[in-house]
Structure formats: C-alpha cells, structure tokens
C-alpha cells in the first residue's frame, strides 16, 4: 500500500492510499475510521478522488462518526460497561 497523500481537513483526517488497483480514502476522527475503495479506473487520476471529498461527502461522514460513537455507547451502556 502507498500512501499518496494527507488532505487536510479541520474535521477529520484524510489519507489516500493507492493499493492492489485501488484508492482508498481513508477518514479518520478520534477512535474511529471509515474506508472509501475506488477502483482505480472509475477515475481520471488522483485530482478526481479531491473532486470526490467535497464539504457535503466529509460532512457526511463526519455526522457518520457521530453516529458509530453514538453505537459504540449504546453497545457499553446495554451491556454495563
């Protein structure tokens, strides 16, 4: 895996990867992380995949993360952890 960028972002972290044919996009906030796979010929090439994060995509996944803490509580909290 290569890693080919860090795109900045004030509310998550981002890094692209190239990998087995692939761009993976990884968010990354706190504990948690999501993973985006994007064959490598959906796309014209790496520009593309920052066309792709645009404020509504992160902002989606941001409200994501929200919702996986909100999980993993529940999960605690049913089971008194």
């Known amino acids: ?3 080919l960028a860090v795109i900045p972002h004030s509310d998550a972290k981002i890094t692209l990867f190239s990998w087995n044919g692939k761009y993976l996009i990884k968010l990354e906030k706190g504990p948690f ?4 796979k994007v064959s490598e010929l959906d796309l014209t090439g790496e520009e593309d995949i920052h066309r ?8 989606a996944a941001v409200r ?7 999980d993993l509580q529940a999960a605690f909290d049913r089971h008194d952890l």
């Open 1 to 3: 895996m290569r890693q």
């Open 33 to 36: 992380e999501q993973t985006y």
């Open 52 to 59: 792709l994060l645009d404020d509504e995509f992160v902002q």
């Open 64 to 70: 994501r993360f929200a919702a996986m803490q909100q």
